[in-house]
RNA sequence: GCUCCGGUAGUGUAGUUCGGCCAAUCAUUCCGGCCUUUCGAGCCGAAGACUCGGGUUCAAAUCCCGACCGGAGCACCA
């Protein structure tokens, strides 16, 4: 009784339940066109429909839809980039099919609807086609015979036409009152190599997104459709192929656009080509929104999973700022990342009277993860930043080690001013890193550009792991040499 | 031009199906305070929204109509 009167008021957390959705039964596809990397807006559609298999025990499986050797040229190596960033996210496909593999399948349906008097080939331009589509009228080709088509359909396969010369149109409504459904075409000629070698130059004709997709995901037996709001046309579209064959419509779910705030538009080939001309230094450029540089930078795989589930499905266009995600990431990186001193901008600061002596700080300021060791003369590096805020009096905590007073700006000298920490806040005095003159050179890239300084030796030890650089931020230990390399993740 | 979809705080999101429990959820952001040998984390507090106008109703964020705003499709792209 009483869980009855609190349970309405519980929000529902996660994702929605799916509409006729039956545990172990529910198939669902991730179906990209891969001609370049996953984006963070692919990610979604990886995320949820993995998501929603998990919680129905479902199958899922990658489709890549590489019909268009042309437009959206696919790039060979994105095919496995999709299942490493896809596995990356715990999202490893029940089943990979690949569309350029099955084009025959494709022909086969084709000449049954062909057959049925359901398609026919046109030979109209596409802008007379337009032009009479428009006016909801025929066009000359829509009343040819399912013989006299066969043999038009026949002679596309052979390659007896050039590309624009032919396509083979969907009869639909002519008369339907959004022009968007109107005859559709659903195969043309494109005589161009596919970029993979098994496919090559195999074929002459290519099926159209509609019509492909249509026949895999009755072929795969797709229970659930989750796909952008710019499709929603589709599904008008594939259900007459569906209904001249006698199949099922899956359930269909639509999301908006997703835009994220520090990253505008920008497309597959827009950015192919700023790599290519050496804008940016590979799809894995801190500065672009490629899964690939997200994982560079140290965002976890669980992050950007918690990220896309919370914002679940909505049809509205959604403009999302990188700050959520780096909140989520963070909460899960605060406790397990090593603390590590990075001056950036470093100067020298002799402290005249000092002892050498051994700083001993946390690995981690709450968690039990034992200490770092730093060996200290009579100097040590500071950032510019800080120096110059100092004046001849300040009297500055170096964070872990003692207390100074600045003595001189130029040269940057102080004396030792004693070990104790219990007045710090009572002086006021500031608490800034430092690190040792001996220490190794790092190199930060970040979004905003490179940082170059001094760290602890000891960050060689995390090669491949989230540090943070105390009053810096999470860094990725990228590579280790007589250089560190580090990629910024967030503050 | 034709057609479709959407519009809850700065940003996401819950609630809209079957009107009342919504003076509206949660998260993030921002601001204030506490704590802390990091400008990180943690803790406490605060601010902040139903696009507008009509209608139906005892009652509307929720249903209807209109406007406005935003997005999309009408490709031989995906």
Same mark, same amino acid.
């Given at each position: 009784m009483i869980e009855n009167l609190c !349970?309405?008021?519980?929000?529902?957390?996660?994702?929605?339940?799916?509409?006729? /959705?039956?545990?172990? &039964?529910?198939?669902? #596809?991730?179906a990209p066109n891969p001609n370049g990397p996953p984006t963070l807006g692919s990610t979604r559609g990886i995320v949820v429909n993995s998501e929603y298999v998990k919680m129905y025990n479902g199958k899922f499986i990658i489709r890549f839809d590489d019909t268009d050797p042309q437009t959206k040229r696919p790039m060979l190596e994105a095919y496995a980039w999709y299942l490493e960033d896809c596995e990356w996210l715990g999202a490893v496909p029940d089943q990979?099919?690949? /569309?350029?593999?099955?084009?025959?399948?494709?022909?086969?349906?084709? #000449?049954?609807?062909? +057959?049925? =008097?359901?398609?026919?080939? %046109?030979?109209?331009?596409? $802008?007379?086609?337009?032009?009479?589509?428009?006016? !909801? &009228?025929?066009?000359?080709?829509?009343?040819?015979?399912?013989?006299?088509?066969?043999?038009?359909?026949?002679?596309?396969?052979?390659?007896?036409?050039? /590309?624009?010369?032919?396509?083979?149109?969907? &009869?639909t409504d002519i008369m339907h009152k959004d022009p968007a459904i109107r005859d559709y075409g659903i195969f043309r000629i494109v005589k161009q190599s596919h970029p993979r070698p098994e496919v090559d130059e195999k074929y002459f004709v290519w099926p159209l997104l509609d019509f492909e997709g249509a026949i895999e995901d009755h072929e795969l037996g797709t229970t659930h459709i989750i796909r952008g709001k710019d499709l929603m046309?589709? $599904?008008?579209?594939?259900?007459?192929?569906?209904?001249?064959? @006698?199949?099922?419509?899956?359930?269909?779910?639509?999301? @908006?656009?997703? &835009?994220?705030?520090?990253?505008?538009?920008? !497309?597959? !080939?827009?950015?192919? #080509? /700023?790599?290519? +001309? *050496?804008?940016?230094? =590979?799809w894995d450029d801190p500065r672009l929104p490629t899964l690939r540089a997200m994982r560079r930078r140290g965002i976890l795989p669980q992050a950007i999973r918690k990220f896309m589930i919370d914002? *679940?499905? =909505? $049809?509205?266009?959604?403009?999302?700022?990188?700050?959520?995600?780096?909140?989520?990431?963070?909460?899960?990186?605060?406790?397990?990342a090593n603390r590590y001193f990075f001056v950036w901008d470093p100067v020298e600061l002799t402290i005249n009277d000092a002892k050498p002596r051994t700083a001993r700080p946390p690995?981690?300021?709450?968690?039990?993860? =034992?200490?770092? %060791?730093i060996n200290v003369g009579d100097r040590v590096l500071l950032c510019k930043d800080d120096v110059e805020q100092l004046t001849v009096g300040s009297r500055i905590r170096l964070k872990d080690l003692y207390n100074v007073e600045i003595t001189s700006l130029a040269p940057l000298q102080a004396k030792y001013l004693g070990d104790e920490v219990a007045n710090l806040k009572k002086e006021r005095m500031k608490i800034i890193h430092w690190a040792?003159?001996?220490?190794?050179?790092?190199?930060?890239?970040?979004? +905003?550009? $490179?940082?170059? *300084?001094i760290g602890e030796k000891q960050i060689a030890t995390e090669l491949d792991k989230v540090v943070q650089f105390e009053r810096f931020g999470f860094c990725r230990i990228d590579s280790v040499g007589a250089e560190i390399v580090a990629y910024f993740t967030h503050k």
């Open positions: !349970s309405k008021k519980e929000p529902v957390k996660g994702l929605k339940p799916l509409e006729d /959705a039956q545990p172990g &039964k529910v198939i669902m #596809r991730f990979v099919v690949i /569309a350029s593999d099955r084009i025959p399948l494709y022909y086969k349906y084709a #000449r049954q609807l062909i +057959e049925q =008097g359901n398609a026919y080939v %046109c030979f109209c331009s596409s $802008e007379d086609f337009k032009k009479l589509k428009d006016a !909801s &009228k025929p066009c000359p080709h829509r009343n040819t015979s399912p013989q006299d088509n066969l043999a038009h359909w026949e002679k596309m396969l052979a390659g007896e036409y050039e /590309a624009k010369d032919a396509v083979l149109r969907l &009869k046309d589709s $599904e008008k579209r594939q259900k007459y192929i569906y209904k001249y064959l @006698g199949w099922q419509y899956p359930k269909t779910l639509h999301w @908006g656009r997703i &835009k994220m705030h520090e990253f505008g538009k920008f !497309s597959t !080939s827009t950015l192919r #080509r /700023a790599i290519e +001309e *050496g804008e940016y230094s =590979g914002m *679940g499905v =909505g $049809e509205t266009d959604v403009s999302i700022s990188m700050d959520t995600l780096y909140a989520e990431n963070r909460k899960i990186v605060d406790p397990i690995l981690h300021p709450t968690e039990n993860k =034992g200490y770092r %060791c040792p003159i001996d220490g190794i050179p790092v190199k930060v890239l970040s979004p +905003e550009g $490179e940082f170059k *300084g």
